[in-house]
């Protein structure tokens, strides 16, 4: 049986390598799979604590947030194409028509 | 536990309708001709109204339905009926913005209808399963409308930066929330509140998820360190999706924003007090500070509305009756003068012209006398001076501010509506003292007429004889609080 802390130190690993993956990266897709990545170490969080908790709750949220994330997905790519589409650029530095 | 029963569907009417109007309008669209869209927005707005007189049917009553997901009660209601507004005045805001800019399409409509729904769901969800999925049927409503433009590559980047710093935000309110259900073992706001107040836990945890929660929710409301993408997407976005996105989701982010902290985490209240009043001078600070310097009206416009969700945070902070009450009288305000002026800023659009920048404004006392008279009352009205109704909201926010002790944050907020009334009056100096530079020809047709009455309207309405919005905040939070 693996403990819960186990799970709790693998999420928020890939948790943090979601966020530095935002925050570092150029590159539009590689900053949504980033985006990705934390959603993912939600679900493994809530998995956990579901079967920790005896609670379907859990799971349950995890069904809803696989669904956003799939809708989520549809939308963002569809914007980058049709920014793809005006401006063939995937580089966030390169898209840069408004700065304060 | 309340048990599934014809009370569900009643809890739930309002939500019913505006999704089947939205589908409604998606599918009269292949019935109707290309040039023929803007029906869909009468008819939308037609449904707007049966919603909102449904809704108004419902008033008085108190569900808590769907095992504990979903309450329909004052609170609820009176967000409702703001959306509402929000969105018809949007709409009308829209008809002949979209014709002009080649994104006359009726799915505009539907998105609108859509992210509407997403608010509603928000501002009655009492788990925070069901506000989460609210939440994201508005931002991803919204994503798509702020892109709506495809040809021009600004709305493109405005999309791609709010989609991209919107999904980031809603993985970082998730993973709050995931903390949250690990520690209380409940996702149900009164599940929450009950546990925190049996004492049963008292690590860092539930901090942590707090403040997870604080940046999730304070991106939605653009408030600061959590800003950045407001300029940006503010000005490239279609200024008519612009007005709604300045208000819609920003009242619902304060809903969901409101009923969690106040009906979950009232045991740590303490701890969020402290940062949400930061939140609220740096916004209030860094809002009205950076909107002097911008000569994009629509980017100006993005600064304010930073620092009024600062403003709106102070209520939020002072906490109590009065302290929620005045938050959402202040919501309620603003929906209408920044409807208002966001209009007026559709309106100076011309043939080449974006009439999106400052200089665009000079000299219009000159050739429309009206047009300048309305933007006068708007910007007199967002910078707080009597007897517009902006007036009223920052006196209720502040009062409820010394009321509870928080005198020194009402004194910055004061001391910050000053300072915004320098970029809010330069826009009358331009009108009133600058010599036109070009021809107006100011887009203006009935629709966008009538949204520009019912909003000066509510902005003077409420400005001279708040007493009745008051009630109606109160009465709303009755049993809530």
Same mark, same amino acid.
């Given at each position: 049986?693996?403990?819960?802390?186990?799970?709790?130190?693998l999420?928020?690993?890939?948790?943090c390598?979601?966020?530095?993956?935002?925050l570092?990266r150029?590159?539009?897709?590689?900053i949504?799979l980033?985006?990705?990545?934390?959603l993912?170490?939600v679900?493994?969080?809530?998995?956990a604590?579901?079967?920790?908790?005896?609670?379907?709750?859990?799971?349950?949220?995890v069904?809803?947030?696989?669904?956003?994330?799939?809708?989520? &997905?549809?939308i963002?790519? &569809?914007?980058?194409?049709?920014l793809?589409?005006?401006?063939?650029?995937?580089?966030?530095?390169?898209?840069?028509?408004m700065?304060w | 536990?309340?048990?599934?029963?014809?009370?569900n569907?009643v809890?739930?009417?309002?939500?019913m309708?505006?999704?089947?109007?939205?589908?409604a309008?998606?599918m009269?669209d292949l019935?109707?001709?290309?040039?023929?869209?803007r029906y869909?927005?009468?008819?939308?707005?037609?449904?707007?109204a049966?919603?909102?007189?449904?809704t108004?049917?419902l008033?008085g009553?108190?569900?808590?339905t769907?095992?504990?997901m979903?309450?329909?009660?004052?609170?609820a209601?009176?967000?409702?009926?703001?959306?509402?507004?929000?969105?018809?005045?949007?709409?009308?805001?829209?008809?002949?913005?979209v014709?002009?800019?080649e994104?006359?399409?009726?799915?505009?409509?539907?998105?609108?209808?859509?992210?509407?729904?997403?608010?509603?769901?928000?501002?009655s969800?009492?788990?925070?399963?069901?506000i989460?999925?609210?939440?994201?049927?508005?931002a991803l409503?919204?994503?798509?409308?702020?892109?709506?433009m495809?040809?021009?590559?600004?709305?493109?980047?405005?999309?791609?930066?709010?989609?991209?710093?919107g999904?980031?935000?809603?993985?970082i309110?998730l993973?709050g929330i995931?903390?949250?259900y690990?520690v209380?073992?409940?996702?149900n706001?009164?599940?929450i509140?009950?546990?925190?107040?049996?004492?049963?836990y008292?690590?860092p945890?539930?901090?942590?998820?707090?403040?997870?929660?604080?940046?999730g929710?304070?991106f939605?409301?653009?408030a600061v360190p959590?800003?950045?993408?407001?300029?940006?997407?503010y000005e490239?976005?279609?200024?008519s999706?612009?007005?709604?996105?300045?208000?819609?989701?920003?009242?619902?982010?304060?809903?969901a924003?409101?009923?969690?902290?106040?009906?979950?985490l009232?045991?740590?209240?303490p701890?969020w007090?402290?940062i949400i009043?930061?939140?609220?001078i740096m916004?209030?600070l860094?809002?009205n500070?950076?909107?002097?310097?911008?000569?994009?009206?629509?980017?100006?416009?993005?600064?304010?509305s930073?620092?009024?969700?600062?403003?709106?945070?102070?209520g939020?902070?002072?906490g109590g009756?009065?302290g929620?009450?005045?938050?959402?009288?202040?919501?309620?305000i603003y929906m209408?003068m920044?409807?208002?002026?966001f209009?007026?800023?559709v309106m100076l659009?011309?043939?080449?012209?974006?009439?999106?920048?400052?200089k665009?404004?000079?000299?219009?006392?000159?050739?429309?006398?009206t047009?300048?008279?309305?933007m006068?009352v708007?910007?007199?009205?967002?910078?707080?001076i009597?007897?517009?109704?902006?007036?009223?909201g920052?006196?209720?926010?502040f009062?409820a501010?010394?009321?509870?002790g928080?005198?020194?944050?009402?004194?910055?907020g004061?001391m910050m509506s000053a300072?915004?009334?320098y970029?809010y009056?330069?826009?009358?100096m331009?009108?009133y003292m600058?010599?036109?530079?070009?021809?107006f020809?100011?887009a203006?047709?009935?629709?966008?007429?009538?949204?520009?009455?019912?909003?000066?309207?509510?902005?003077l309405?409420?400005?001279?004889a708040?007493?009745?919005l008051?009630d109606?905040?109160?009465?709303?939070?009755?049993?809530?609080?």
């Amino acid at each position: 049986m693996v403990p819960l802390n186990w799970y709790i130190a693998l999420s928020a690993a890939v948790f943090c390598i979601g966020v530095a993956g935002v925050l570092s990266r150029r590159n539009i897709i590689i900053i949504f799979l980033s985006i990705e990545l934390i959603l993912n170490s939600v679900n493994i969080l809530l998995v956990a604590y579901s079967h920790f908790l005896n609670s379907m709750r859990g799971q349950v949220f995890v069904f809803f947030i696989m669904a956003v994330a799939a809708a989520e &997905a549809a939308i963002g790519l &569809a914007i980058i194409i049709a920014l793809y589409r005006n401006k063939e650029t995937v580089l966030t530095d390169e898209i840069n028509l408004m700065k304060w | 536990m309340p048990s599934f029963s014809m009370d569900n569907m009643v809890s739930i009417l309002p939500e019913m309708i505006v999704l089947s109007l939205a589908l409604a309008v998606l599918m009269f669209d292949l019935a109707l001709p290309k040039d023929e869209k803007r029906y869909l927005a009468y008819f939308s707005v037609a449904g707007l109204a049966i919603a909102g007189y449904q809704t108004m049917n419902l008033a008085g009553l108190q569900l808590d339905t769907f095992y504990g997901m979903f309450v329909l009660d004052g609170y609820a209601i009176f967000f409702k009926v703001l959306f509402y507004i929000a969105a018809a005045i949007a709409i009308l805001i829209s008809i002949g913005y979209v014709k002009g800019q080649e994104m006359d399409k009726g799915e505009y409509y539907a998105l609108i209808l859509f992210a509407t729904a997403g608010m509603m769901v928000m501002a009655s969800g009492a788990d925070l399963i069901s506000i989460y999925l609210g939440l994201e049927l508005m931002a991803l409503s919204v994503y798509i409308l702020a892109g709506f433009m495809r040809g021009s590559m600004k709305s493109n980047e405005a999309a791609l930066k709010y989609f991209l710093l919107g999904a980031f935000s809603s993985g970082i309110l998730l993973y709050g929330i995931a903390i949250i259900y690990g520690v209380t073992g409940t996702t149900n706001l009164a599940g929450i509140a009950a546990f925190i107040q049996s004492g049963q836990y008292s690590g860092p945890a539930l901090t942590l998820a707090m403040i997870l929660l604080v940046a999730g929710f304070g991106f939605k409301v653009a408030a600061v360190p959590f800003h950045m993408w407001v300029p940006d997407v503010y000005e490239g976005a279609p200024t008519s999706v612009t007005a709604f996105m300045s208000v819609g989701p920003k009242a619902a982010g304060f809903a969901a924003f409101l009923r969690v902290f106040t009906t979950a985490l009232p045991g740590i209240q303490p701890d969020w007090t402290v940062i949400i009043a930061s939140l609220a001078i740096m916004s209030m600070l860094i809002g009205n500070v950076v909107a002097i310097s911008q000569t994009n009206i629509k980017r100006m416009l993005a600064y304010s509305s930073i620092a009024h969700a600062g403003y709106a945070m102070v209520g939020f902070v002072s906490g109590g009756m009065q302290g929620v009450s005045s938050v959402m009288m202040y919501l309620f305000i603003y929906m209408f003068m920044n409807l208002g002026a966001f209009g007026m800023v559709v309106m100076l659009r011309k043939d080449g012209v974006a009439g999106e920048e400052l200089k665009d404004f000079a000299g219009l006392a000159k050739k429309n006398r009206t047009a300048a008279l309305l933007m006068m009352v708007f910007m007199f009205s967002l910078a707080g001076i009597p007897p517009t109704a902006g007036f009223m909201g920052k006196f209720y926010v502040f009062m409820a501010a010394i009321d509870a002790g928080f005198t020194w944050l009402a004194i910055i907020g004061v001391m910050m509506s000053a300072v915004s009334a320098y970029f809010y009056l330069r826009v009358i100096m331009y009108m009133y003292m600058k010599e036109p530079e070009g021809e107006f020809e100011l887009a203006a047709p009935l629709s966008l007429k009538l949204a520009m009455a019912v909003a000066v309207l509510g902005v003077l309405y409420i400005g001279m004889a708040p007493a009745g919005l008051i009630d109606f905040a109160r009465i709303s939070i009755a049993g809530m609080m």
